[in-house]
Structure formats: C-alpha cells, structure tokens
C-alpha cells in the first residue's frame, strides 16, 4: 500500500484509523490492499494510518490470555469468545492470513501507536503496520514491548537509537491522542473505520468490491467530467455496517 502518491493533480487521500489489537484490522487491511491493488489511480492514492485503542484502560502487559481478557475484563461468554475465535480465524485465512489467538500476547498499543507514527515520518508507515498486525495476531509477539517495538522499527530501517529515543521521551504520544480525539468528532466507534477526501466513510472490514466502488466513486466526485455549457455536481456518501472491533468486543 502506497504512504504517498505520486501522480499530478489531485492525489486521494485516504484515512485508516485501526488498532494493533483489532482482528478485523488486519483482515480489513488485506481487503482494501487488494481492491487499493486494482484502482487504476492507486498511484495518485495517499494512505495515512490513524491511531485508536479499543481498550486505552490496558496495563502495559495483562497477565492472562486473549480470551480470559475478553472473558474477564469485557464481561463475554467464553464459548461465545472461542466462536468469535473461529469464525475471525476464517475470515483471515481466507485473506491468506493465519491468526492464533491462543499465542496472542494482551497489551496496550498506545507505544506501538507511537511507533507507526515515527514510522510515518521515514515514509515506513505501512511496513511497520503490516509487521506489528502480523507479529500480534500471527506470531504471538508483544506489542507492549519496549524491547519489541526498537526491534520492529530498526528492522523497517529506521536506527533503533531514534526509535528508542521517540519511546522513552513520548515524542509522539500526542499524535495517537490527536487520532482518537479525531476519530470521536468523525464519529467513529468501531475500526476499522476508513475515510476517503474526509467525504466518504466506510465502517468495518467490509468485501474487497466494496472497497473499489468506493474508491472509484470518490475519484469520479473528485474529478467530475464537465461538460460544455452544462452544471457540474458533486456529493458524497457514507458505508457502515461492516464487520468492527469495539470497546465491548468484535463482531461475529
């Protein structure tokens, strides 16, 4: 997924804010890699990840497993839990992505937040999304690291020095705080939640097609075909209902 366009004119810009700790995240990333991969103007295409905690009341690490967390911190039915579990499971390998919740290490994100941001700003952003998606729902890896997240970054080539420096001093602690206050006044409550030319919101982890529609239909609002001696107009439209996490839990 490409961090900046690089086309003339009018490059789209497009919004993505999700958790590190979201399952439907990841599989909404794969989604709309793939109908992103297929717009003849991906070029002209600017992705910016935008933070947000689905549970920001976190420890910096919990002692327990993904669904003892749920269970117990959330207030969910464990055999509801092992369901959401295998069907999020299918839905993921369906998009060539291998989930294992009973690896999952349960940890705040707002640090691994902070690192996407420094990442952004060495044009990294989407390896170092891509590799902490992976590392928490594929790898069992903690997010919540110090130790981790120096590894991750340096290993995206950014010097491990200025990514444990940007940890240490909470360099960009108020970027995340920025993203969530943002994400409240868009009304978003679940992610992932994707924002195109701040026109058009598209709610959830929702088909591949749905994804190209909308990209399409923004491009044609933001470069209507004019014609001689007639009015031009332009609107826009909201997508919801797709598969989120909240702060109650995930859909299933």
Known sequence: MPPTGHGVGHSMKIEIWSDIACPW????KRRFETALAAF?????VEVHWRSYQLDPSLPEHYDGTELAYLSERKGMDPES?????GHVKEQAAAEGLHYDFDKAVVA????AHQLLHLAAA???GDDVKE???SAHFERGEDIGSREFLVKTGSQAGIPATEVAE?????KYADDVRTDIVQARSLGVTG???FVIDRKFGISGAQPAELFGRALEEAWTQAHPLVMVNQPSTAGSVTVENGEVCGPDGCAV
């Open 122 to 124: 060495h044009g990294k």
């Open 166 to 170: 940007a940890l240490a001093s909470g």
């Open 108 to 111: 705040n994100s707002f640090q």
């Open 25 to 28: 995240c990841y599989i909404g």
């Open 40 to 44: 003849s103007h991906k070029d002209e």
């Open 81 to 85: 839990v092992r369901q959401m579990f």
């Open 131 to 133: 590799a902490l998606l």
């Open 191 to 193: 992610v992932p939640f």
